[in-house]
């Protein structure tokens, strides 16, 4: 860098001296043997849960909970503020995080299509590079794990949970998030000992319906009302014809016994699985669960609650148990990074913390997710690079889970694929000026369900988010929906038909059909 080198060698000797000296990891081949490369590569943690919507993360301005732990994440790191998903489902996040590509290029555009097993993901890019990987906790792709040392399916609901590994199913006592994270810092305990650096992917279960708490969260809140959001009593007046049909209404939808915890008295598929997520627990488990609902749902039973009244009881009842699961989250996040900093790891992994997408906490009168309005479309990101991330920084470009598997790569010193959808965020991470950054992101939601009720039914629809505006297509129903985020955050005045609209429409058309061609989505009804 300093003197004029021409030869190959001198080349190469003045790279590898600016790749030390500017702390920037010099590209590995992915097919390198670790030894071959750098040693000083970091070790990777993503704390991924399911269901965990930005408002109920205090960082991100939860007006209803807190959530401590996750706060000193984004004290310590880079929140960023404009998080999105390409698909908001549980499934198809987990196969466009792998992958770093849209569900209509990986395959899982559902959650019961099939997953394209043969494309490149980040688990075994960081595999074949010398990284001790691992998969622990909820999966949800119908291959298994490919790229992964060693990994642990959850077979099971919230309570004693099974998991099938390699070498056949085992079943822990206890919660699963508790599980979940002491099965994780066992293996870290194990990978720390070996010299390659490590990467482990902790896919928590929660807050997945049914939102079981675990037993020392049953009595949070309990003498409390958390605050209803504005819109749970939501007309749909405006909004296409799919809304008002969709079943996922706090009022109308939640199951007694299966998401509301009430007595089982049906005999309904969710009755079934009610009654039978009861009979997992042990004695113990069981009497700390009855002394905490039962007494309130008899208290429920003798009030004779109905319409607005009950809907609010239903809001209490769900919001309640979902924000229990959260502490849990919060809780591992804790015991993670208590774990990493008592054993010196702490400054040489990269911390993830991110959910599979957002979710409706009554918001349009909904629990749930896959609607392109920002309570789902939006998902928590928060990333601590010890030396790289300055503290309390906060990034606004929009990214996307895309994102995250070309981050990944960089991170560990692997070139991103160019055949990925996403880009990395490193260069975000390093606060780089004047970087270009996209200006929309694509999103489309296609999952077909059969009807019934246990079925969400929820239109089918793609669309555009830029900075400020959004417009959707609901192909199904040939109807179109625009808002202005700035005026109108909570999305509930569509704009799509006013004259004064019509040349942001026009624009914000071509961009979207843009992004078609750029992703090359041919999936869904055309423009
Ligand atoms: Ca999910």
Redesign the pocket.
């Known amino acids: 860098m300093i003197c004029q080198i021409h030869t190959h060698w001198g080349t190469v000797i003045v790279m590898i001296f600016l790749g030390w000296f500017l702390g920037v990891g010099l590209f590995c081949d992915d097919s390198q043997a670790a030894e071959d490369c750098d040693t000083d590569r970091p070790n990777i943690v993503i704390l991924y849960s399911?269901?965990h919507a930005e408002h109920a993360i205090s960082a991100y301005g939860s007006s209803i909970n807190r959530t401590p732990a996750i706060d000193q994440l984004a004290r310590d790191g880079m929140r960023f503020s404009h998080s999105f998903v390409a698909n908001s489902?549980?499934g198809p996040?987990r196969a466009t995080l792998l992958t770093g590509l849209h569900s209509h290029a990986n395959g899982m555009t559902a959650n019961n299509t099939p997953f394209r097993d043969e494309l490149p993901t980040f688990a075994k890019a960081l595999q074949r590079a010398g990284y001790q990987t691992a998969m622990i906790g909820k999966w949800h792709i119908p291959t298994k794990p490919n790229g992964f040392d060693h990994w642990a399916i959850k077979r099971g609901g919230y309570y004693n949970s099974g998991f099938e590994t390699p070498s056949g199913r085992v079943t822990s006592e206890g919660h699963v998030t508790d599980v979940i994270t002491k099965q994780s810092l066992e293996w870290i305990d194990e990978a720390r000992q070996q010299k390659s650096p490590f990467l482990i992917w902790i896919s928590h279960s929660a807050v997945?319906r049914t939102w079981a708490p675990a037993e020392r969260h049953l009595a949070r809140y309990a003498e409390q009302d958390i605050p209803e959001p504005t819109s749970l009593f939501d007309d749909y007046a405006g909004r296409n014809p799919g809304a008002s049909t969709a079943q996922m209404r706090v009022s109308r939808d939640l199951f007694p016994a299966y998401d509301l915890k009430l007595p089982v008295t049906g005999n309904g598929i969710l009755d079934k699985a009610a009654a039978n997520q009861l009979s997992q627990m042990t004695a113990s488990q069981r009497a700390r669960w009855d002394a905490a609902y039962k007494p309130r749902n008899q208290a429920w039973a003798s009030s004779e609650l109905s319409g607005e009244e009950q809907t609010r009881w239903n809001y209490q009842r769900y919001i309640k148990n979902y924000l229990r699961c959260v502490d849990g989250i919060d809780e591992s996040v804790a015991q993670v990074r208590d774990f990493l900093a008592e054993r010196g790891l702490d400054k040489n992994t990269v911390f993830i913390y991110s959910s599979?997408?957002g979710f409706f906490l009554g918001d349009h009168g909904w629990y749930d997710?896959r609607w392109m309005y920002e309570e789902s479309l939006k998902t928590p990101l928060i990333i601590h690079w010890p030396g790289v991330t300055e503290g309390e920084s906060v990034a606004d470009q929009l990214v996307q889970n895309i994102d995250i598997a070309p981050t990944l790569l960089e991170i560990a010193g692997l070139e991103p694929k160019e055949a990925m959808h996403g880009r990395s965020l490193v260069p975000i991470l390093k606060e780089q000026q004047s970087l270009r950054w996209r200006e929309a992101v694509y999103y489309h939601y296609q999952m077909e369900e059969p009807t019934g009720r246990t079925s969400h039914l929820v239109a089918k629809h793609y669309g555009v988010r830029t900075a400020r505006y959004k417009l959707i297509y609901f192909y199904e129903h040939d109807f179109w929906e625009l808002y202005d985020l700035q005026e109108d955050p909570g999305e509930m005045s569509n704009r799509y038909s006013d004259m004064a609209s019509t040349d942001l429409v026009k624009q914000l058309k071509r961009q979207l059909a843009d992004l078609r061609v750029q992703y090359d989505d041919r999936s869904g009804k055309s423009l």
């Open positions: 399911d269901d489902i549980c996040a997945h599979d997408q997710k």
